[in-house]
Nanobody, 123 residues
């Protein structure tokens, strides 16, 4: 299975932007659906964005629609999430996740996880 390494987290002011990257190594990246989850202190880990094989099929949580954009570059085995107009409530550890799938759809549950990257949005 793939191994995932996130990068791009940090501290940003409200209204600012960050782009998270997740580089994968291992098996065939293009056969994996990919997701970005986040977990704030004391809260559950929630799916915020996900993308299928080709990038055509995507999912966004209501809380990030219109502000976050997920994309993937299969040639680079990397998935991204561009986060704009960040809000203090976006503060969390963000995790990249993967799941091998057999058609181009976007699942809600994932089996492979990265180590997470902290995003902190100050008001």
């Amino acid at each position: 299975q793939v191994q995932l390494v996130e990068s791009g987290g940090g501290l940003v002011q409200a209204g600012g932007s960050l782009r998270l990257s997740c580089a994968a190594s291992g098996r065939t990246f293009s056969r994996y659906a990919l997701g970005w989850f986040r977990q704030a202190p004391g809260k559950e880990r929630d799916l915020v964005a996900a993308i299928g094989w080709t990038g055509v099929n995507t999912y966004y949580a209501d809380s990030v629609k219109g502000r976050f954009t997920i994309s993937r570059d299969n040639a680079k085995s990397t998935v991204y999430v561009q986060m704009n107009d960040l809000k203090p409530e976006d503060t969390a550890v963000y995790y990249c996740a993967a799941r091998e799938v057999y058609s181009d759809f976007v699942p809600r549950d994932y089996y492979v996880w990265g180590q997470g990257t902290q995003v902190t949005v100050s008001s």
